[in-house]
């Protein structure tokens, strides 16, 4: 039977998709993403700058409090090669919790970087899983799904993607998640990114880089609104 043209386009389309992504959750598991997540620093554009590596940017709540979030250790788990074991801090207004738990990589995609030859870019699709110290007033569980991306380049060093890292409108590690309280059983959303913060409303109402709208500004975010660039916070989880 002769195919429609229209047929014909879809499955060249369906096969020019697959060729630009291809499944990598199985080779995932033999690299160490825990640079994704916890490092010093980070490279630009696959080999260019190095920079401080971000302090994630969050909320919680429908009012858009700030919500800070920090990993002190991540450790690929000797059991699981998709798992990594977490250990950190949170921090709402002047409550200051630890939390441990798990991000276990579901999923991994990759394909050739159009914008820099020779070197291929990534994404991994998380589980998150983080239980604060129940022990701790305001405390609770955090569950959500993490999106980070990763880069190869031609001998296939890993690397934080941030082969973007000057483009407008740059971000990496975007968490969408759920706070629960111990306490009273209630949720909250509470996301996270590097640089940008997803599903975050009118919040940001930047266009090449984050920027707060005013209205939230008493929300926990002032001290971000008063300084040039997030690396001059102080180390509030030491």
Not at 192 to 213: F, V
Request: charged share 25%; proline share 3%.
């Amino acid at each position: 039977m002769t195919q429609s043209p229209l047929n014909m386009m879809i499955k060249s389309l369906i096969v020019a998709f697959a060729f630009l992504f291809s499944d990598f959750t199985t080779a995932i598991k033999d690299y160490n993403l825990t640079k994704l997540w916890r490092a010093d620093t980070f490279q630009a554009e696959g080999d260019g700058d190095i920079f401080p590596f971000p302090e994630p940017l969050g909320y919680i709540g429908e009012n858009y409090q700030r919500f800070f979030i920090h990993y002190i250790t991540v450790t690929k788990s000797a059991d699981n090669p998709y798992q990594y074991i977490v250990y950190g801090k949170t921090k709402v207004k002047d409550n200051i919790c630890s939390f441990t738990g798990t991000i276990t990589v579901k999923k991994a995609t990759i394909e050739k970087s159009m914008d820099s030859p020779g070197y291929r870019e990534g994404l991994v699709t998380c589980d998150v899983l983080f239980y604060e110290d129940s022990t701790h007033a305001g405390s609770g569980i955090i569950k959500g799904q993490l999106l980070s991306g990763f880069s190869l380049d031609k001998k296939g060093k890993f690397q934080y993607d941030a082969l973007m890292f000057m483009a407008d409108g740059f971000a990496n590690n975007s968490c969408r998640a759920t706070w629960t309280s111990y306490k009273t059983g209630k949720s909250k959303k509470c996301n996270w990114g590097d640089y940008r913060i997803p599903d975050s409303g009118d919040l940001d109402i930047g266009a090449g880089e984050i920027s707060i709208n005013e209205k939230y500004q008493m929300n926990g975010w002032e001290d971000f609104m008063n300084i040039a660039g997030e690396f001059k916070e102080t180390q509030w989880w030491k």
